[in-house]
C-alpha cells in the first residue's frame, strides 16, 4: 500500500482540476505530436532516398574511365576511353567475390520506328545488367550472352519510349531505329519513374554493349563498368582488388594517378542521404523546442498549483505527511501530466503524418525508436520541470502552510 | 494515572524583523491519559504557539516537550510528521478539509501517510467506522461543501480519531460554529473522552472551556491559572435548554 498511496494521492489530486489537468498536457500533446510527425517527414524522406539508391542497384560498384587533359582543358570521367572489353573480362575472371559485370557505353541519339522518332538514351551493356539493377522486365525477355557474342541488333526499351512512339501497341518484335540501325525489340523494362536528380529512369534504350561499339558508335572503348560484389561484406574487398588489377593491366606505376575512378554505391548513398538526415534533425530539433515549452508549462502550472494549495499541503503535513511525501504527490502529478500528454501526443503525431502523407502525398514513416524516445523524453520533462515546484512544496513549514488563505 | 504529555519550562522565542518575540515564556505542565483539557487566553497569550509545540508542528526554542514517553525537542523535521501521524489528532477552527475530496477520502489521509502499512480495504473500513461513530455513516461519499459546518467538523474529528492517537488537539472546534452546533461538538467530545480519548483544546468561549474537565489559563506567555473545572457543563442538559429556550421564541421545532 505504501508503495501506491503517493500515486493514488497524485491521481486524486489530477482528477479534481480536470480542466486545468487537460489545459497542461495540451503543452505536452503538441510538442511530443510535432515532434513525432516532423520525424516522420524525415525519416520518410530518408527511406525513398534509401529506396532510390537501392534501385541502382545492390553492393555495385562503379568503374569509370579517366578524363583526359588535353591542351589544358578537361574533360570528363568516362571520356579518356581508357577502359577496354578485356578489362571487363579480366575483373569477371580474376577478382574473387565478384557476381556480375556489366561494360557500359552510353550515348544519346534519335531513334525512330515507323513513322514516330524520339530522342533517348542508348545504353549498351551486358545481359547482366538488368540482374545488377534489380529492374524487372514488364514483358519479354532479355537479350542474351549469345547476342552480346555476336553483336545481335536486339533490343529493350523503357515505358517512356513505348508509350511515346508504340502508343498502345505491343512493341515486342517490332524493329525500333538508331542511327538507322534496325534493332528487333525483345523486351520491355518495367517503369523505375524519376532518379533522384530528376531524370526519366524509363526514357531509355538498352542493347548489347558489343552491338553498341561496333554498329552505332564504332568506339572500342568502354564509358565504365558496373561490377557487383557478392556480399556488402565483399565490397571494399572487390573495389581494392579492382583498384589494383586495372592499375596493373594499365601499366600505372606508384605514386601515379589512376586513369580510371572506382565509386561504390555506399559513397553515393551517403551523400544523398546526408540531406535527408539534416533534414530531419532540423525539423526534430525545432519540435523538439516545443517539448521544452511544453515542459515549462507544466513547470508553471505546477508552481502555481504548489501556491494555490498551500493550505491542503499544510493539512497533509499536519495528519503526517513527510517532505518526502508532499514531493513525490506533486512529481508524480507532473510526470502524469507529462507521460498521459506524451501518449496522446505520440497518437496525434501519428494521426497528423499520416494526414500529411494522404494530403500532400509526402512519404512519411514513424520509427519506432522515436515513438520510445518521445515517451522517454516525455517523462524525463515531467521530472526536470516537476522537480522543482514539488520540492517547493516539500519545504513548506506546517504552520504557515495551515495558516495561508 | 499515566502521564501523556510533560512540559518542562518550555520557552518559545520568534526572531521577526530583527525583534525577539516571547512567545512562550517557561510553560510547565502535564497532561494524563484521559483528561479534557481546556487551553484559554487572550490573543497574543501564546496560547497558539502552545498549541502548535503540543501538536508537534513546531519546537520549543528551549525547555523539554515529552509525548508518549518520545522527546519531541530532539527530533528531525520526518521524525516529527510521523509523531502527528501516529500520536496525535489535529481538530481546527476552519475544519481543513480537502476540497473536493469526499468525506471518506479526507478521513483516509492519516492512514494513507501512515508507516504500518494499511492495505486499502483496511483503510476504508477504518475510515467507515470512524465517519458511523461520529453519526456520519450515511454521508461517505459527500464533498465538504455538501455538508454543514457541524457535519464538516465531525468529519474532521473521525479523521483526527482514525489512526487512535494518544491525543487530540483541538484549536478553537468550535469557532466556526453556530451555539446549537457548537454543543452538538461539545457532546461528542465529551462522549469521546468518558470512552478514553484525552483532549486537548483551545478556545477563547469561557462557556465551551466549561464542557472541559481542566481549565488551564494562559498570559503572556506564562500559565497563570491551571484549575479543575467545578461547575462543569454537560453537552446533553444544554442542548436540552438551549432547545425549550429556541421554542419558546419560535426559533426551533
Not at chain 1, 257 to 274: K, L, P
Amino acid at each position: 500500500m505504501r508503495i501506491f498511496s503517493p500515486f493514488i494521492i497524485a491521481l486524486r489530486a489530477l482528477q479534481r482540476n480536470k480542466m486545468r489537468t487537460l489545459l497542461t498536457m495540451l503543452g505536452m500533446i503538441i510538442g511530443v505530436g510535432a515532434v513525432i510527425a516532423m520525424v516522420s517527414i524525415g525519416t520518410g524522406a530518408k527511406t525513398q532516398v534509401e529506396a532510390q539508391i537501392a534501385s541502382l542497384g545492390q553492393n555495385v560498384v562503379l568503374v569509370f574511365s579517366g578524363s583526359v587533359t588535353r591542351s589544358g582543358i578537361h574533360t570528363g570521367w568516362g571520356s579518356a576511353g581508357t577502359l577496354t572489353i578485356d578489362d571487363a573480362r579480366a575483373i569477371a575472371r580474376e577478382i574473387t567475390g565478384v557476381k556480375a559485370v556489366s561494360p557500359e557505353v552510353r550515348m544519346g541519339s534519335q531513334i525512330s520506328a515507323g513513322n514516330q522518332n524520339w530522342f533517348t538514351s542508348v545504353l549498351g551493356e551486358s545481359e547482366q545488367y538488368l540482374e545488377i539493377r534489380q529492374w524487372p522486365l514488364a514483358a519479354g525477355t532479355m537479350f542474351t550472352e549469345n547476342d552480346v557474342r555476336g553483336a545481335n541488333k536486339v533490343a529493350i526499351i523503357g515505358m517512356t519510349i513505348v508509350n511515346q512512339i508504340f502508343n498502345d501497341e505491343d512493341p515486342i518484335g517490332q524493329i525500333v531505329r538508331i542511327r538507322n540501325v534496325p534493332f528487333v525489340i525483345v523486351g520491355v523494362l518495367s517503369p523505375k519513374g524519376l532518379s533522384l536528380m530528376g531524370q526519366d529512369q524509363d526514357d531509355v534504350i538498352i542493347i548489347p554493349y558489343t552491338s553498341a561499339m561496333k554498329r552505332i558508335q564504332g568506339t572500342t572503348t568502354l564509358r565504365s563498368i558496373l561490377v557487383q560484389a557478392d556480399s556488402l561484406k565483399n565490397l571494399p574487398v572487390v573495389q581494392q582488388q579492382l583498384t589494383e588489377l586495372l592499375r596493373q593491366r594499365h601499366k600505372i606505376g606508384p605514386g601515379k594517378d589512376d586513369d580510371f575512378t572506382v565509386r561504390t554505391q555506399q559513397e553515393i548513398a551517403e551523400t544523398a542521404t546526408a540531406t535527408s538526415r539534416i533534414m530531419t534533425a532540423l525539423l526534430g530539433s525545432i519540435a523538439s523546442v516545443s517539448l521544452i515549452v511544453g515542459g515549462i508549462g507544466i513547470m508553471n502550472i505546477m508552481l502555481v498549483s504548489v501556491t494555490e494549495r498551500t493550505r491542503e499541503i499544510g493539512i497533509r503535513m499536519a495528519v503526517g505527511a513527510k517532505s518526502r511525501d508532499v514531493m513525490l504527490q506533486f512529481l508524480i502529478e507532473a510526470v502524469t501530466l507529462s507521460i498521459i500528454g506524451g501518449i496522446i501526443g505520440i497518437g496525434v503525431g501519428v494521426l497528423a503524418s499520416k494526414i500529411i502523407s494522404s494530403q500532400m502525398g509526402w512519404p512519411v514513416l514513424t520509427p519506432l525508436t522515436s515513438i520510445v524516445l518521445a515517451f522517454s523524453f516525455s517523462a524525463l520533462v515531467g521530472v526536470f520541470f516537476g522537480f522543482y515546484p514539488a520540492r517547493k512544496a516539500s519545504m513548506l513549514d506546517p504552520i504557515e502552510a495551515l495558516r495561508y488563505e | 494515572m499515566d502521564k501523556i504529555a510533560q512540559l518542562v519550562d518550555v520557552q518559545k522565542i520568534y526572531h521577526t524583523g530583527g525583534e525577539d518575540v516571547h512567545a512562550v515564556r517557561g510553560v510547565s505542565l502535564e497532561i494524563y491519559k484521559g483528561e479534557f483539557v481546556a487551553i484559554m487566553g487572550a490573543s497574543g497569550s501564546g496560547k497558539s504557539t502552545l498549541m502548535n509545540i503540543l501538536g508537534c508542528l513546531d519546537k520549543p526554542t528551549s525547555g523539554t516537550y515529552i509525548l508518549d514517553g518520545v522527546d519531541i525537542s530532539k527530533l528531525s523535521r520526518n521524525e516529527l510528521a510521523e509523531i502527528r501521524n501516529k500520536k496525535i489528532g489535529f481538530v481546527f477552527q476552519g475544519f481543513n478539509l480537502l476540497a473536493r475530496t469526499s468525506a471518506l477520502e479526507n478521513v483516509e489521509l492519516p492512514l494513507m501517510y501512515s508507516s504500518n502499512g494499511y492495505t486499502s480495504k483496511v483503510q476504508r473500513e477504518r475510515a467507515i467506522k470512524m465517519l458511523e461513530l461520529v453519526g456520519l455513516g450515511k454521508r461517505l461519499d459527500h464533498y465538504p461543501n455538501q455538508l454543514s459546518g457541524g457535519q464538516q467538523q465531525r468529519v474532521a474529528i473521525a479523521r483526527a480519531l482514525v489512526n487512535e492517537p494518544v491525543i487530540v488537539l483541538a484549536d478553537e472546534p468550535t469557532g466556526n460554529l453556530d451555539s446549537h452546533t457548537s454543543i452538538e461538538i461539545m457532546g461528542l467530545f465529551q462522549e469521546l473522552n468518558n470512552n478514553g480519548v484525552t483532549i486537548i483544546m483551545v478556545t477563547h468561549e469561557l462557556d465551551i472551556a466549561s464542557y472541559a474537565k481542566r481549565n488551564i489559563i494562559l498570559r503572556d506567555g506564562k500559565v497563570i491559572k491551571d484549575v479543575v473545572v467545578e461547575r462543569r457543563l454537560n453537552a446533553n442538559e444544554e442542548m436540552n435548554r438551549l432547545s425549550s429556550a429556541q421554542k419558546a421564541v419560535n426559533l426551533a421545532p
